[in-house]
Each structure stands twice: as C-alpha cells, then as structure tokens.
C-alpha cells in the first residue's frame, strides 16, 4: 500500500510553467512506477508521465513528451512533474499514480491514486 498526496496544481495561461509534487508514504519508492495521470471532464483518465520502479527509465505520454519533465526525489520520497509551454488541453486533474510496474505508457498491476491537483490552462 501508498499513499500518495499531490500539490502545485492551480491556473496559468498557455505558454506558462508549473511543477507538480506528490508526497508519498507507506511503501517506498523502489516497490512501484512512479508518475502522473490525469484526467478531464467528460475523459477517461490518461497516462502522463512515470518512472519504472527501478527509477532509471521513463515513459511519457506522446502528448506531453518534450514538454513535461518528470523527477524524483528518494530521499524524500517525492515525484515532481515539471510542466513547461503548456496548453489549454492540459487542463485537467493530475493525478499521483503508483503502480506495480509501467510499461509501454500503462501502469500495471495495482495501480493507486492520489486526490488530485487541478491545473488549469486558459488561452
């Protein structure tokens, strides 16, 4: 089991930057992929950004790839999603997501979720 609380979220015009945090506990970062989802009104939740759980590789989604950057922090037991140049369709909830592995931009196995941060694009 992790738990798993994001922050950072808020409003910000296209164009603009901000980086999300997610504080986990329980089990530590060693056991799960690491990354981000997120999900709009109306949308299915979407992958966007995860480290294996060995923490030396990543995936991002095709969306995001360029743009955001994802990093850890062991010692702290943190993730943090660095989102540059973003876009009106990045408005969404982000979510904190763990799971039992990543691979090929879907976590698998038990897959846990934070509360979620919304963030806010406007043009």
């Known amino acids: 089991q992790v738990q798993l609380v994001e922050s950072g979220g808020g409003l910000v015009q296209a164009g603009g930057s901000l980086r999300l945090s997610c504080a986990a506990s329980?089990?530590?970062?060693?056991?799960?992929?690491m990354g981000w989802s997120r999900q709009a009104p109306g949308k299915e939740r979407e992958f966007v950004a995860a480290?294996?759980?060995?923490?030396?590789?990543?995936w991002y989604a095709d969306s995001v790839k360029g743009r955001f950057t994802i990093s850890r922090d062991n010692a702290k037991n943190t993730v943090y999603l660095q989102m540059n140049s973003l876009k009106p369709e990045d408005t969404a909830v982000y979510y904190c997501?763990?799971?039992?592995?990543?691979?090929?931009?879907?976590?698998?196995?038990?897959?846990?979720w934070g509360q979620g941060t919304q963030v806010t694009v406007s043009s």
């Open positions: 329980g089990r530590t970062f060693s056991s799960y992929a």
């Open positions: 480290f294996t759980s060995s923490g030396r590789s990543t």
């Open positions: 997501t763990a799971g039992s592995s990543i691979y090929n931009s879907r976590f698998q196995g038990s897959v846990y």
